[in-house]
């Protein structure tokens, strides 16, 4: 498993204004799409592509084209949903999942609530997107779902981090190199209700309101 915590002036600028208590749902929305497209420059290096050759008005030109099979991009349900806009726009071409996991507020265990992926993943490059990677449970539960359905890449693409979370994820997939995880930011710890600290709060209701 490899991990990135992409340091980048811009992402860091972002991501405190996202932080801000102050900051209100529809600028987060917006702050949260633009740290995917970032995130996604990063997240996306080893994308497989293919020669494509096209005429510009002078000449031929072989270039590039995204090839197949279609990478996948698989949201976790609810927070998940914010980086989707952003992430497809950069993958025009991608195919695109859905996981639904929930925690449950005291044991902090994922349960999976809804599933709607490609029949086929079979040796598809899959992008899951979860904005909190706290304690890594429903992290864990969603790259198992995926690898077990035939994923040959599975790489993770999360805001905020705690390092109780990435230790998970260390620890599950250590020594698989089909497993990345790239992120924002590492922050410092769990707080004893499984928050972030210093963190964002609960992502999901800071983008949608709290229900
Ligand atoms: N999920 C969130 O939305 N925020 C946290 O701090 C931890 C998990």
Redesign the pocket.
């Known amino acids: 498993m490899h991990l990135h915590v992409v340091d980048h002036p811009l992402i860091a600028h972002k991501l405190t204004v996202l932080r801000d208590e102050r900051t209100d749902s529809s600028r987060f929305r917006l702050l949260t799409e633009e740290l995917v497209m970032l995130l996604a420059y990063e997240a996306t290096r080893g994308i497989r592509i293919e020669d494509k050759l096209v005429n510009t008005p002078v000449s031929e030109f072989t270039g590039t084209a995204l090839s197949n099979p279609r990478p996948v991009v698989v949201p976790i349900l609810r927070?998940g949903l914010g980086m989707l806009e952003g992430l497809i726009r950069m993958l025009p071409t991608a195919e695109v999942g859905f996981l639904g996991m929930v925690r449950d507020e005291e044991t902090l265990e994922a349960t999976t609530y809804a599933e709607r992926l490609p029949a086929d993943l079979q040796g598809r490059q899959i992008f899951v997107i979860d904005?909190?990677l706290?304690t890594g449970g429903t992290l864990v539960m969603a790259i198992d779902f995926l690898l077990e359905r035939g994923a040959s890449e599975v790489t993770a693409i999360c805001l905020?981090s705690a390092p109780e979370g990435v230790a998970r994820i260390e620890e599950t997939y250590a020594g698989r190199a089909e497993v990345t995880v790239y992120t924002a930011a590492l922050d410092e710890r769990l707080d004893e209700n499984?928050?972030?600290v210093p963190?964002?709060?609960?992502?999901?209701d800071r983008m949608y309101g709290v229900v």
């Open positions: 927070a904005p909190m706290a905020v499984g928050y972030i963190g964002l709060g609960d992502a999901g």
